[in-house]
């Protein structure tokens, strides 16, 4: 399904977590090479070519070389002042970034650049066949990205404290969420180290 096709994708939003600091990689790692261009923009046209209708990049470290790079998508932004906290604060501000009205949100981390198109859509589809308000992408039994929340949690999110993450929510309503098996291990895998960048590099 592309990107409006029909009605039914209405306010679904990706949030696309790209604000850390890249400590381990000691170089903003979304900016580095990968498949004929960044990761961040790897991880923005995989995106881009499913069901979800908008998506939301938050920013942080690095934030103004990144808007150079991403500037000629179709896609928002905004700005975590709080990224040195972590990843649940740029969580928190992606989704206080939302219309009101907003569906549900598939939240992806910046640097996972091995995720195709297909896998977002399998996770839509799912969705869109289940009553459940947060869906899973599961590979060899282990929950990896994109995950998809409903509108339902935003109360919920904002109430997270330090040190917490969206697996808490998942832990305290379990009986509203849907696991969905996928058989690409890059819902899994994220760059952090060099190591890592050369290994998935490789792959390509």
Aim: include cysteine.
């Amino acid at each position: 399904m592309k990107k409006n096709e029909d009605n039914h994708g209405s306010g679904l939003w990706a949030i696309i977590l790209a604000a850390g600091e890249s400590k381990r990689m000691e170089t903003p790692k979304m900016l580095l090479p990968f498949n004929g261009k960044t990761i961040i923009e790897n991880v923005i046209e995989n995106v881009t070519g499913t069901g979800v209708n908008k998506t939301m990049v938050v920013l942080g470290a690095s934030k103004d070389d990144i808007l150079k790079v991403i500037g000629k998508y179709s896609v928002e932004h905004c700005y975590n002042q709080d990224y040195k906290q972590g990843m649940l604060s740029s969580v928190k501000c992606g989704f206080r970034s939302l219309p009101e009205d907003f569906e549900a949100a598939l939240v992806f981390l910046g640097d996972q650049p091995m995720i195709p198109a297909e896998v977002t859509d399998v996770i839509i589809s799912a969705y869109r066949n289940s009553k459940k308000s947060i869906v899973l992408p599961v590979y060899n039994k282990k929950h990896g990205h994109p995950l998809l929340i409903t509108s339902k949690y935003r109360d919920e999110i904002e109430k997270l404290k330090s040190g917490e993450s969206l697996r808490f929510i998942i832990q305290r309503f379990p009986s509203d969420v849907l696991e969905v098996k996928i058989k690409t291990p890059g819902i899994l895998k994220d760059i952090d180290t060099m190591e890592d960048y050369f290994k998935e590099l490789n792959q390509i």
